[in-house]
Structure formats: C-alpha cells, structure tokens
C-alpha cells in the first residue's frame, strides 16, 4: 500500500513470507528475486524483517542493493533485488517528493521470481571436492601448472580491466560497481545472466583468442619455471588455501547462511574427527543440532 512517510517521501510496501526452514530440502538451492518497478528513475528500495527495521534503513540511508547494472546505471525504472526464500522481509520503496503522490506510489509493481539455481550445486560440489582433495591437488604438478596458468590469465585481465578503466569517464562508479560485484554470488550470477558472452562470440574475436592464448602459454611456462615441489612450506599453503577455498564455495553454494555454515561445519568436523582417529558421526550429529538450533532462533 501507498503511505506518506515524514519529510514529504513517499513509500509503498509489500511483504514477503518466506518458507520454513525445515523445508530446506526444496529451496536450498532456490534464488528468489523481487523487481521492483516504479513510474520513475529516481527511488531508492529498503528491506528488512520489521516495519521498525524499514524505518532504521531509511533514517541510516542503507539501501538495498539493486544489482552491478543499475549501480552502473542508477537512473533506471527498475530495481533487482535479491532475498533468502527463508527469509520474512518488508521490501519498502521510497521516491523523493514532487516525483508522485501517495495514491500513484502504488504504481511501483513488485514482482516475485524463484528458480533453481544451476551453479549452487556445481559450486557446492567443486568446493566438496576441493577440500577432500586438497592435499592430493597441491602435491600434484598438473594441478598446479593449471592454477598458475588461470591465475596469470585472471592478473592480465585485471590489468587491462584497469588500464581500460583508467580511460573511462564516471570512474568513481565503475570501481565501486566492480567492487560490489566481486563478490562470489553476485559475481557469477552477472556472468551467467548478463555478461557470459557465447561460444560463437568468443570464436569469432581472433583479439580476444589470441590475447588469452598469449597469457596462458606465459603463464604456464613461468609457474613451471618456478615450481617447486621439494618445498614443503609452500604446498602446505597450496593445500590450506585450497580448503579454504573449498569452504567458501561449500558456504555459498545454499541459500541460507545457516545451512551454507551447516554445511561447512560438518566437512571441518569430519576432517578433524579423521585426523584425530575419531568417529565422525556424533560429531557430525551435534555440530548439526547446533547450527539447525541457532538458525530457529535467528528466525525467531
């Protein structure tokens, strides 16, 4: 509903239930979005679990964030935001005053889409896999040569992303736009969706080709110049950086921070409890109860 807010803004509301969190089963791996759009190209959207919480946001001007392509364009209609489906939450839209009324506030459509998620379980089961294997991926030369290769091709990239960057006008937005997107989900869901051109698209730019080929033959050939498999040192850190990294990927492959933290609980647990010579079961089992317990009382 359309409602005058102080100060002469204007604010239209919806709520949206989320699912219950037993039923995690079926929405783990669900993405739900709200699309917010509005008459106009100038309203900011707040969300939060409470009314009261709404109006914090607004007072402490912590809006939601819409996406990397209305950060780039910020004078847009539209508005993507993205919520936990276990999650109860007010989404709030506030225009400034002189743009619409109170009554023509409800014009601002508030649209739900939920969908399964394709990369969630690939990352899910990338990042399983990375951490059971660490110590068998860093000791091996393939492995290695193969992360020094994407890790040279990434730094190229980056550098030409700069120099590109440093020639463009607004550049205050594009870095900060680049810096919100670099988070892992976020990061992913903008190439899968937006950016991820396809396979005729990178076949037909002979530029691209041949850039990508440069560095990678670059930077295969100076990882297996100064790879070293007698240091001990290193390919400890090779593996603890692997299991991190395949911790993240199992924490952010849910939708739900408590089941994505349940998750990585258990493998640290079943780890430990191997390296220990324990059982993993009650360990398991009460590192399970835990999580579950704290995440009824968050929702609470």
């Known amino acids: ?38 008459p106009v190209n100038s ?20 809006s939601a964030s819409c996406g990397l392509l209305h950060f780039l364009k910020p004078l847009s209609e539209k508005c993507r935001v993205s919520l936990s489906p276990f999650q109860d939450v007010y989404v709030a839209v506030e225009i400034p005053p002189g743009w619409l009324s109170a009554d023509d506030a409800a014009e601002c459509a508030f649209e739900t889409e939920e969908r399964l998620s394709t990369w969630r379980p ?36 980056l550098i030409v992303a700069f120099i590109i ?28 969706e937006t950016w991820f051109p396809g396979v005729k698209d990178v076949t037909s730019n002979q530029m691209l080709i041949a850039y990508i080929a440069i560095t990678a033959l670059a930077g295969l050939a100076v990882t297996y110049y100064y790879d070293n498999p007698g240091n001990v040192k290193l390919l400890t850190i090779l593996e603890c950086a692997i299991r991190g990294l395949g911790l993240l990927m199992v924490y952010l492959q849910t939708s739900s921070p408590s089941l994505g933290s349940t998750a990585a609980a258990l493998m640290v647990s079943g780890w430990l409890a191997g390296r220990l010579g324990l059982s993993p079961s009650y360990i398991e089992l009460a590192v399970s109860a835990v999580a579950l317990k704290l995440s009824t009382l968050s929702r609470a």
């Open 1 to 38: 509903v359309g409602t005058e807010l102080p100060h002469g803004w204007v604010n239209s509301v919806r709520y949206f239930v989320g699912v219950p969190i037993w039923r995690w089963y079926s929405h783990v791996w669900v993405d739900r979005t709200v699309t917010v759009t509005c």
């Open 43 to 62: 309203f900011q959207v707040y969300t939060s679990s409470s009314v009261h919480g709404l109006q914090e946001a607004r007072d402490a001007r912590r």
């Open 122 to 157: 690939l990352c899910g089961l990338v990042g399983a896999a990375l951490f059971v294997n660490a110590a068998l991926l860093s000791h091996s030369l393939a492995f290695r040569l193969c992360a020094g290769t994407a890790s040279f091709v990434l730094l190229s990239a």
């Open 165 to 192: 960057y440093r020639h463009l006008p607004n550049r205050k937005l594009l870095l900060t736009g680049s810096m919100l997107a670099a988070s892992f989900p976020m990061l992913l869901q903008y190439i899968a």
